[in-house]
């Protein structure tokens, strides 16, 4: 269980005592509220939101969702009210607690049946995408003490984890976030798949942690030897979904899986990630295109590391990531690292949102029929995403699947409307190609188009593409 002491210790790492005032009214203000009340799992109520703001406080979060995590349940569960919430912690710690409250607490039964709290979530995170990360936490919680629920409402509540909650999580860019809740809501959710894994790697795992010991071990004396100020290196084990996922994809075989543990080692400057490759090179010697230079050339959804496989005197290979402590807080927490410490600042200052975020509130807001949006969330949330660049270098982000349409209208309606033809690649390419993560996509436009063909509906596979078709089809009509 965790501790105040605990939430305090993180903190003291990042805050004054000053600045930790509001995080101990908070504290004693909600162990007061829910003075009396238990969880089903028997513990005082407040070690609930306690958790919920440790979690944050891990991923360094500001203040504010620190305090407002402590107090997230003080209105709906206590005798106090939101107007006591405003007038003990002030506007924005309120805003954030009634933002969490009203997220909504519709009965998970499926996706189709959940689009108004897909709304209602769409909408909180367009005013503030803290509320969303302090719902993830507390959801996080939620999960680890789920064995107190019964067991109709505990796999409600893990579907709608796995469905919902790890999808938004992984499309904030928190991938910490993301692994942790899938693998708390695999084993309720697809019970005898999970067994089916642990059993299959239990024998494999002992064996592969004995070896990335022994790696690790040279590894450590290789980087001191060298006078390389490392971090931390740590053996990082696939998560289990993940594994689950990747080992259906690769027909069931297990060793047909090379990335089951992996060496993580982190570094304080830049510099270092590349002298540690170099090290690691001259001890092992490296597998063909297994280096990858993500420092140099970051993935598109903004990930940083070195990579590299290497051949090991035990006549097995081993990974290796090295990244530094940004790299990795990056990484790990996505949209959260940028909410860090006292970084942003108060309300109405909002950090721009992100592009995809955007085009969500505006679906939300356009389209009320609700089977129509939990389509078009699918399409857009909770598919793989791609990425494209412009022949100016700018990266698009398209769903799986998405055409030179989708990326016409994308750039601009007048840009789809005129589209006569595209090139991928520098090879010209047909409409309804499908496009490729990496690609480079030109559109090449005619100015006396009249506008969009009516077959480009059945090509298309973005609402926004979609929804600017129709409307040039039916202005055209009147
Ligand atoms: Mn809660």
């Not at 067991?151 to 909650?165: D, G, N, Q, V």
């Not at 001259?282 to 590391?305: F, H, T, V």
């Not at 699947?401 to 409307?417: E, M, V």
């Not at 996509?441 to 600017?468: F, Q, S, Y």
Request: net charge positive; charged share 30%.
């Amino acid at each position: 269980m965790i501790t105040f002491e605990d939430l305090k210790k993180v903190l003291s790492l990042n805050y004054t005592d000053a600045d930790m005032k509001t995080v101990i009214k908070a504290f004693h203000f909600a162990s007061e509220a829910h003075r009396g009340q238990k969880r089903r799992t028997g513990e005082d109520y407040i070690y609930h939101p306690l958790a919920a703001a440790y979690y944050l406080a891990k991923m360094k979060m500001d203040i504010t969702s620190i305090s407002a995590a402590l107090l997230h349940d003080v209105p709906e569960d206590t005798d106090f009210t939101f107007e006591d919430i405003k007038h003990n912690f002030g506007k924005e710690i309120y805003y954030l607690v009634r933002g969490v409250t009203k997220l909504g607490h519709l009965k998970y039964r499926g996706m189709e049946r959940y689009a108004e709290n897909l709304r209602k979530m769409f909408l909180a995170m367009s005013k503030d995408l803290r509320i969303i990360i302090i719902r993830l936490a507390d959801r996080r919680h939620n999960m680890e003490t789920l064995q107190g629920v019964r067991p109709e409402k505990r796999l409600r509540i893990a579907k709608e984890t796995l469905e919902i909650y790890a999808p938004i999580a992984n499309r904030l860019g928190m991938f910490r976030m993301k692994t942790t809740l899938e693998d708390l809501a695999f084993p309720y959710v697809y019970p005898d798949e999970y067994k089916w894994v642990t059993d299959l790697i239990k024998d494999r795992l002992k064996n592969e942690f004995k070896y990335i010991e022994k790696i690790k071990k040279t590894t450590q004396k290789i980087l001191v030897k060298n006078n390389i100020a490392y971090v931390q290196i740590q053996g990082r084990v696939k998560s289990l979904f993940s594994l689950y996922i990747k080992l259906l994809r690769k027909g069931k075989d297990l060793n047909k899986i090379y990335d089951l543990i992996a060496l993580r080692i982190i570094v304080k400057e830049i510099a270092d990630c590349y002298s540690v490759l170099g090290l690691l090179h001259k001890k092992w010697s490296p597998l063909k295109g297994r280096i990858k230079d993500y420092i140099a050339q970051p993935k598109p959804n903004g990930y940083q590391s070195l990579h590299t496989s290497v051949f090991t005197e035990f006549g097995k290979t081993a990974e290796f990531q090295i990244r530094t402590i940004q790299m990795d807080e990056e990484a790990e927490y996505g949209i959260a690292a940028h909410h860090r410490y006292k970084e942003i600042g108060v309300l109405g200052k909002r950090k721009k949102l992100p592009r995809w975020l955007e085009h969500l509130v505006e679906i939300q807001k356009t389209i009320t029929d609700n089977a129509e949006f939990i389509k078009h969330i699918k399409n857009d949330l909770f598919i793989n995403q791609i990425f494209v660049f412009t022949p100016k270098g700018d990266v698009i982000e398209l769903p799986d699947n998405a055409t030179p349409l989708d990326f016409a209208y994308y750039i601009h309606t007048d840009i789809g409307n005129k589209c006569v033809g595209a090139k991928i690649n520098n090879q010209m390419a047909p409409l309804d190609a499908i496009l490729k993560s990496g690609d480079v996509v030109e559109i090449v436009t005619d100015k006396n188009r009249t506008g969009p063909n009516p077959d480009w509906l059945e090509i298309v596979v973005t609402t926004n593409a979609k929804n600017k078709i129709k409307s040039n089809l039916k202005n055209r009509e009147e």
